[in-house]
């Protein structure tokens, strides 16, 4: 437990230092001048850039050269190690010469060997942490558009805990509204409906009834992600066979006048149906009943998804 809590305080100490080195003021290097500098690696750009802070809280971008010369200090030699050896929090002597970019190029480079194995065991447990906070930020700033990593860690850094929840609090809302929007786009809700009647034996469209459909059609043209559902139906007298066709062509009748004389494209209507006899509203005994049998049912259907302040409506 105890070795768990110093490789955690390890970390820790490691994090504060790359923070505080981003606020350090970084050397220009003079071009052909020689350098010798010991320091603490508080940033690894790639595996032959390092960003090193030195005692007195100046960094210094270095390039190791190919042909760089990294041993360990010993008393005879010291070990010879490739340039992946080098870690963030390992402390280094490292002498090179300025380059035109305001870098040292680096042709030397010695530490000692026990400060090495720290460091690299210390990386192995902090690099994972890193990368996933990394990839926690990246995710956010893709889903808000809004978080700057730099504030982030300032904030971070400056106690500044209720900018981030906050910040936070605002992408997982719009997340939220995102993926509701997107499971109710197969969610279509009922917005007006219509019912147009028939004389008895016929499929032709009254007077009244092409008004009503009139509405309908105008009311269509402001939604967006609309369909139409057209339900034929018949009173019980006749033959419930010739019903039914009845039923059919009633509904035939209703979907090509609003095709026709209103232009609302086929893929706006699912497949019409006729009940016949099916499904009666009223009393097939009476006369009343049987002509509020004789109908179409029209429905406007929208989608919640691309309407999302849907106000349900009815008119006959």
């Known amino acids: 437990m105890l070795k768990k809590f110093s490789i955690i305080g390890l970390a820790i100490a490691l994090s504060a230092v790359t923070l505080f080195a981003q606020d350090a003021q970084l050397r220009s290097a003079v071009a052909g001048q020689k350098y010798k500098i010991k320091g603490v690696v508080v940033n690894k750009i790639d595996d032959t850039t390092y960003i090193i802070n030195d005692s007195v809280g100046v960094d210094t971008k270095i390039v190791v050269s190919p042909s760089a010369n990294i041993k360990n200090n010993a008393f ?24 035109s970019s305001g870098s040292v190029l680096v042709n030397k480079v010695r530490f000692e060997k026990a400060n090495l194995v720290a460091a690299q065991a210390l990386d192995k447990r902090v690099a994972p942490v890193e990368e996933r906070v990394t990839a926690a930020e990246q995710n956010a700033q893709r889903v808000s558009g809004q978080i700057d990593e730099l504030m982030a860690i300032s904030n971070a850094a400056k106690g500044g805990a209720k900018a981030a929840q906050e910040t936070a609090d605002a992408a997982i ?28 034996n016929s499929a032709v469209l009254s007077t009244e009834a092409k008004a009503s459909l009139d509405q309908v059609a105008a009311t269509a043209k402001t939604l967006k992600g609309y369909v139409i559902d057209v339900t034929g139906y018949a009173s019980a007298e006749g033959d419930t066979k010739k019903n039914k066709a009845l039923s059919q062509r009633r509904a035939l009748a209703v979907k090509e006048y609003l095709i026709e004389n209103h232009d609302i494209d086929l893929r706006r209507f699912p497949e019409s149906y006729g009940f016949g006899e099916l499904k009666a509203v009223a009393d097939n005994t009476t006369r009343e009943g049987r002509e509020q049998n004789r109908r179409v049912e029209v429905k406007l259907l929208v989608n919640r998804g691309l309407n999302t302040n849907v106000e349900i409506k009815t008119s006959n």
Do not use: C, H, W
């Open 76 to 99: 005879f030699g010291g070990d010879k190690y490739p340039v992946t050896a080098l870690v963030k929090g390992l402390t280094m002597e490292v002498e090179g010469v300025g380059d």
């Open 173 to 200: 809302a719009g997340v939220n509204e995102t993926n509701k929007r997107i499971s109710t786009m197969d969610d279509y809700v009922i917005q007006s409906t219509a019912t147009v009647n028939f004389k008895v």
